[in-house]
């Protein structure tokens, strides 16, 4: 639909209505990704899914300044380009106070990214973050784990090796999360533990991590068990 940049259907001002807007794998970049966020005649916006195209930090800048969508509550920007800069223009946007669910995973974003991340004040109301496939290091999974503000978090997906375990399992104010995945890292058994044994997150279904071989030949002696620990490749 926008090949070489070709944004006409963001133009278009008369589906005063709309309310979900797919355009999954479509080739939008920066200058359709701005087209979009001009557009104000989609007042009634609740679900938007910009994942696998070619959006970078300019994209993502153009649509973190929209505040025409304050219905939005579900934004899928995955699988693109934007990065730190673009992580910290989302983050910025003071419109979308009813967002749920959030996915930026596989968007390099690294630690400066989840931190400005881990700061927004906005989303109060946010159910799902998604972060997989990035590069978030210890420093920037911290400053996730001691976010105060995600009270109704019931899903989040993370990278993070041991160093960043406590900040995640001493979270207090996620009590209502239910999943938990933690992919692409080789946790020990111990770290795994602490995720499994804590305390405050009373609605905790399942958590999904990555363990080394041995560890998870271990674990499968072991009496764990509401939990899947898959095993590191």
Partial sequence: IFYKGDAKIAKNSAWKNLQELLLNST?????????????TSWKSVRKLSLCWNKIGAIGAKALGINSTWESLEEFDLSHNLIGDKGAYSISCNNSWRCLKVLSLGYNTIGDSGAEVIARNTLWNCLEELSLAGNDIGDKGATAIGENRIWENLKVLSLEISDSGVSAIANNRTWRKLEELYLYNNN??????TELEECKFWEMKREIICRLSKNEFSSLLNSNAARHIFMPYK
């Fill in 27 to 39: 080739g939008v970049a920066d200058q359709a990704a701005m087209a979009i966020s001009e557009n």
């Fill in 187 to 192: 946790l020990s058994l111990e770290c795994s």
